[in-house]
Structure formats: structure tokens, C-alpha cells
């Protein structure tokens, strides 16, 4: 059976965008990209929802193609267009590259992805991510904190139905006072 973690960067009051999808206050160092990158060498399968998807899909697939990308770009660039990905929509007619479209119930086919032998799968994206979560299919979150307030946007975590009790699995301190918390689904 699949483990699935949810894993994306947090501002300090719980948002992985601010208003308006704004990003920027989440660029990692290269320290915290190399984790990223050996972190996704280790994913089997990335599950994407459409906003997170159309993010990636617009920079990555030639990320290492780009004039001054820097090393550990070029790396995490290779790994991400090899990984395999499944997005999940229902306004996309199609996606490109090592990603297949899923516009059905989104929880019966990870619960189908769960049931396979393989690598950890990642989970990206806070709607598709909340979903996951309220089916109590999250088995580990990573949550890797920068120290900024943004005052509001898409929350990390989702309304919840019951409580998730967790367990601290690692902490971990990066440049620019940004933390890593890893948790595991007490079941």
C-alpha cells in the first residue's frame, strides 16, 4: 500500500497563497530546494490539482532549458518531468506531458492509487489536498513554514469534519528561518 503526503509551503499563519494566488513570499533556498529535490526523487506519483498543475506545468517541463537556471533547478526540473503526475479537474480537457486527467470522484481514485504497491505518493494543491484529508487518505504532512504573515488567501489546511491526531516525525531549520514539521496520521 502507497503512503500519501501533503506537502507544500505555509506562510507562519497557515496559507500556501496569499490574495490572489501570490506566491512570492515562498521562493526556497537552495538548501530547501535541494531538500525538496531529494524528497521528490522518492515520490512514485504526484497528484496535482488544477491550480497547483497549471503553476508546474507552465515552468517546469523546460526549466532546465532556461537561460540561468541554476543547478539545483535544472535537477529538480529533471526529476518533476520524470515523476508521473495525475491532476485532477473537471474544467481541463487535457494535460501534457507524464500527467494523466482525472475528472471523476477524485476520492475513489486515490483511494485506488493508495491500494498499489509502489513509491510514497505526494499530494499538491490545498482544495484537492482537503479533500484527501476530510476522507482521511493523508497518511504524512510536511509543512515547511516561512516566516511571514500574509494576512489571508488559500489556507494549508481544510475545514475538517472530526480532529486528525498526529505524530511529530522531524523537525528541521532551513536558511531564511524556514522550518520543515513532519506529522504522521495517528490511525
Known sequence: MRKLIYSMNM????????RGDDIGWSGPSVE???????????????????????LMSS????????????????DFARVWQK??????????????GNARLVTGDAVAEITRLKAEDGAPMEIGGAILAGTAMRAGLIDEYEVVTHPVLVGGGTPFFS???SWVNL????TRTFPEDVTL???ETKR
Do not use: C, M
Open 181 to 183: 514539521s513532519r506529522y
Open 167 to 170: 505524530r511529530l516525525l522531524e
Open 32 to 54: 530547501l530546494h535541494q531538500w525538496f529535490n531529494d524528497r521528490a526523487r522518492e515520490i512514485g506519483i504526484s497528484l496535482y490539482g488544477r491550480k497547483l498543475w497549471e
Open 159 to 161: 475545514s475538517l469534519d
Open 11 to 18: 506562510s507562519l499563519d497557515g496559507y500556501v497563497a496569499a
Open 59 to 74: 515552468h517546469w517541463p523546460t526549466a532546465d532549458k532556461q537561460p540561468g537556471a541554476t543547478p539545483v533547478e535544472i
Open 83 to 96: 515523476t508521473p503526475k495525475v491532476v485532477f479537474s473537471s474544467t481541463l480537457d487535457r494535460v501534457d
